[in-house]
């Protein structure tokens, strides 16, 4: 009796290291995840072009999707207008005057002097009928009048070509320069807000979700298409804390999955600095009471063999000769 009972926890305990020793074997246990990033317009309004569906591959640039911009085109363009005519009018004014508006307008004062002599010599005239009583008041009245308007024009019309002789002041020429880069300034406001009406992929991937339909109204950051890192997948692994020496970011790394052969490489990106229990979708439960570090590795996965969501097994090397992985 006592035999048989000391076999059966032989057997027991060979059986416990078996086990052990399989699953040692087979690697630490994850699942598969994407690096996803989901892309959306920074400005609201009406989609106008989907480029893309789902399962499409893309490259850094890659047209994702336009939004209505006719109105943004539109004020665009008036703000270029503006920013034209505000240059022309900053580079006139710091030019001055040309010779041949200065001439113009000596011939205008020239004309205004010769006009005012002209009714003085009138007004004289017609105080003197006046006082001799050969003409009303009235005519008198008529001619001062004329006489008054002519000497305001040559006063203003000379005054106006002294300031043209000077030039524009300083602060004429500043405030004309302002105005121009003001225009400028709210020109490339306008060049950015269009710019924000075109959505592009920020980097490789593939189209994992498209979230709206051409013609569908969103506001800024609804989501639009959703894109994965199919060619790097990555799997977190946690490993106990009792078997963590020797594990280091750039050890070289190998994974398997059930639907394939072949054997995957990889490489440690993370070891974490903190120790957590081990998470319940992993698949011992024997495992689940000890404190574990998550390791992230990083799979190379050029021909997207591999699938998010699949149970891995990863074996890491443990940073021996050779056990670096080649960093770029």
């Known amino acids: 009796?006592?035999?048989?009972?000391?076999?059966?926890?032989?057997?027991?305990?060979?059986?416990?290291?078996?086990?052990?020793?399989?699953?040692?074997?087979?690697?630490?246990?994850?699942?598969?995840?994407?690096?996803?990033?989901?892309?959306?317009?920074?400005?609201?309004?009406?989609?106008?072009?989907?480029?893309?569906?789902?399962?499409?591959?893309?490259?850094?640039?890659?047209?994702?999707?336009?939004?209505?911009?006719?109105?943004?085109?539109?004020?665009?363009?008036?703000?270029?207008?503006?920013?034209?005519?505000?240059?022309?009018?900053?580079?006139?004014?710091?030019?001055?005057?040309?010779?041949?508006?200065?001439?113009?307008?000596?011939?205008?004062?020239?004309?205004?002097?010769?006009?005012?002599?002209?009714?003085?010599?009138?007004?004289?005239?017609?105080?003197?009928?006046?006082?001799?009583?050969?003409?009303?008041?009235?005519?008198?009245?008529?001619?001062?009048?004329?006489?008054?308007?002519?000497?305001?024009?040559?006063?203003?019309?000379?005054?106006?070509?002294?300031?043209?002789?000077?030039?524009?002041?300083?602060?004429?020429?500043?405030?004309?320069?302002?105005?121009?880069?003001?225009?400028?300034?709210?020109?490339?406001?306008?060049?950015a807000r269009l710019e924000r009406h075109v959505l592009t992929a920020s980097q490789r991937g593939r189209v994992l979700d498209v979230h709206v339909e051409p013609n569908e109204v969103v506001g800024a950051g609804t989501p639009i298409v959703t894109l994965g890192d199919t060619r790097r997948p990555y799997v977190d692994v946690f490993v106990p804390q009792g078997e963590l020496a020797g594990i280091d970011v750039g050890d070289r790394a190998e994974l398997r999955v059930d639907s394939e052969e072949r054997r995957f490489r990889g490489t440690v990106e993370h070891v974490s600095r903190r120790t957590e229990f081990t998470p319940r979708f992993l698949f011992s439960p024997r495992e689940r009471p000890n404190l574990v570090v998550r390791v992230r590795v990083r799979v190379d996965d050029p021909e997207e063999r591999l699938h998010a969501g699949v149970p891995a097994f990863v074996t890491i090397d443990r940073g021996g000769p050779g056990g670096k992985a080649t960093r770029p």
Do not use: W
């Open 1 to 191: 009796m006592i035999r048989n009972v000391l076999l059966g926890g032989a057997l027991l305990v060979a059986g416990c290291v078996g086990a052990a020793r399989a699953e040692n074997e087979a690697g630490y246990q994850g699942v598969l995840e994407l690096e996803e990033t989901v892309l959306a317009f920074e400005v609201g309004g009406r989609i106008e072009h989907l480029a893309v569906d789902e399962g499409d591959r893309v490259e850094p640039g890659a047209l994702i999707g336009r939004l209505d911009a006719r109105l943004v085109r539109a004020a665009r363009e008036a703000r270029a207008l503006e920013a034209e005519a505000a240059r022309a009018q900053a580079d006139l004014v710091d030019a001055g005057a040309r010779r041949e508006d200065i001439a113009a307008l000596e011939a205008r004062v020239r004309a205004a002097r010769a006009t005012e002599s002209t009714l003085e010599k009138d007004l004289e005239r017609h105080r003197a009928l006046h006082e001799s009583g050969a003409i009303a008041r009235a005519s008198l009245d008529d001619v001062e009048g004329r006489y008054t308007r002519a000497r305001s024009e040559r006063e203003s019309l000379e005054a106006e070509l002294a300031a043209l002789r000077r030039g524009a002041r300083r602060e004429e020429r500043v405030s004309a320069s302002a105005q121009a880069d003001a225009a400028k300034a709210a020109l490339e406001m306008e060049e």
